[in-house]
Every structure is written in structure tokens, then in C-alpha cells.
T-cell receptor, first 111, second 115 residues
Framework: DQQVKQNSPSLSVQEGRISILNCDYT??????FLWYKKYPAEGPTFLIS?????DKNEDGRFTVFLNKSAKHLSLHIVPSQPGDSAVYFC??????????FGTGTRLQVFP | EPEVTQTPSHQVTQMGQEVILRCVPI?????FYWYRQILGQKVEFLVS????????KSEIFDDQFSVERPDGSNFTLKIRSTKLEDSAMYFC?????????????FGPGTRLLVL
């Protein structure tokens, strides 16, 4: 079941630059998308979400873009900070309880 | 800031033994979930729970699994007879309500190791 895919297992970005994490999905019924950040041995921490009726949502340094026709969403982090280094998961839901997660992208922000 | 808590943080058990994982959801939340993450794999949905009953469960959630809200604050996941493949991180989550638009907040997880 690969309804939500994160094709880049890792990303390395210099501090101060933009980090762009990508996520693709196959189920056109998904209507709510979320990004979570996860450190080792901790639970996923909610970052930002977007409804399918929008194409952009911004919260501080984090912006999520949704392209429904391409079934693609992305998370932009500007400027990137070393504390942003973690694994980032996108998740989606279809007006039901369960979240379908991607496989995650490990972001490393170096000085 | 309110948060989901889970106990224990780690649990080691022998195959065939029963384990109970405990969660305290955020106090005004009404929907509760269990997910798990096997090492190196994605986070997978197990079960959702509302109004004292299961609202949805995955194919992973077979007869060996059960959930319960024994009182007004705790939410538990029981595995009756653990198998080696049950070794994973188990995450509890909660949300205020579900309309497909509500954010689920996760606890720190319980690392279960079945020997």
C-alpha cells in the first residue's frame, strides 16, 4: 500500500537555506494533509496541515503547498536551522479517522 | 501545553505473553488512536476509538489486539499473546473530533520488544 510516498529518503541543507520536502499521493479522495516531525525514540510532532480546498498554508518558517492536479505536496522550511534536523513525515486522510503516512525524509541541516 | 502521555516507555516481554500499553490522551479530546512503527518502516494505523467503541481498525488489528478506555482518562492497547513480529514502537494519538480535518496529536511512544 503506497498511497503516500516520500521518494527522497534524505536531504541535506545548509543552515539559513531553504529546505524543500516532497510528498506524492495516489488517492484523489484525500482531503486533509499533515506534516509531522519526528526525532528518534519520540512520537511524531505535528507541524502544519492543509485542507484540500487550499493550495498553501503558512506558519512561521513552515509553508505547505498542495498541488491537487499533480497529487503532490511539499513542505518548505525557510530559513533552515540545525534544530530542524529530524525525520519528516507527510500524512493524509480521507475524512475518516486514520492517517496514512509516507515513509519519511531525513533532513539534516548543517552549519 | 497539553500532551499525550504513554507508559511504559519501554517494554520487554517473552513471546506468548500479554502486554498492556497505556495512554493518557489530551483531556478534551474525544477520538483516540493507536499506530505502530516497526523499525525502518512507516507509521501504520492500527485502530481508532470513539464513544467507547472501535470506529475503524486495520487488518493488522486482529483478534490478538484489543483496546479499552477503562476510566475517564486512560486508553489502553492490549496484545493478548505477543509474537516476535509485534516488536515495534506503539504510538497513541488523540484528536478533538474527526471530520477529516482534525489534527491528531501523538504521544512519545512505547517501544515493545518481544523475545
Amino acid at each position: 500500500d503506497q498511497q503516500v510516498k516520500q521518494n527522497s529518503p534524505s536531504l541535506s541543507v545548509q543552515e539559513g537555506r531553504i529546505s524543500i520536502l516532497n510528498c506524492d499521493y495516489t488517492n484523489s479522495m484525500f482531503d486533509y494533509f499533515l506534516w509531522y516531525k519526528k526525532y528518534p525514540a519520540e512520537g511524531p510532532t505535528f507541524l502544519i496541515s492543509i485542507s484540500s480546498i487550499k493550495d498553501k498554508n503558512e506558519d512561521g518558517r513552515f509553508t505547505v503547498f498542495l498541488n491537487k492536479s499533480a497529487k503532490h505536496l511539499s513542505l518548505h522550511i525557510v530559513p533552515s536551522q540545525p534544530g530542524d534536523s529530524a525525520v519528516y513525515f507527510c500524512a493524509a486522510s480521507v475524512d475518516t479517522d486514520k492517517l496514512i503516512f509516507g515513509t519519511g525524509t531525513r533532513l539534516q541541516v548543517f552549519p | 501545553e497539553p500532551e499525550v502521555t504513554q507508559t511504559p516507555s519501554h517494554q520487554v516481554t517473552q513471546m506468548g505473553q500479554e502486554v498492556i500499553l497505556r495512554c493518557v490522551p489530551i483531556s478534551n479530546h474525544l477520538y483516540f488512536y493507536w499506530y505502530r512503527q516497526i523499525l525502518g518502516q512507516k507509521v501504520e494505523f492500527l485502530v481508532s476509538f470513539y464513544n467507547n467503541e472501535i470506529s475503524e481498525k486495520s487488518e493488522i488489528f486482529d483478534d490478538q489486539f484489543s483496546v479499552e478506555r477503562p476510566d475517564g482518562s486512560n486508553f489502553t492497547l492490549k496484545i493478548r499473546s505477543t509474537k516476535l513480529e509485534d516488536s515495534a514502537m506503539y504510538f497513541c494519538a488523540s484528536s478533538e473530533r474527526t471530520s477529516g480535518q482534525e489534527t491528531q496529536y501523538f504521544g512519545p511512544g512505547t517501544r515493545l520488544l518481544v523475545l
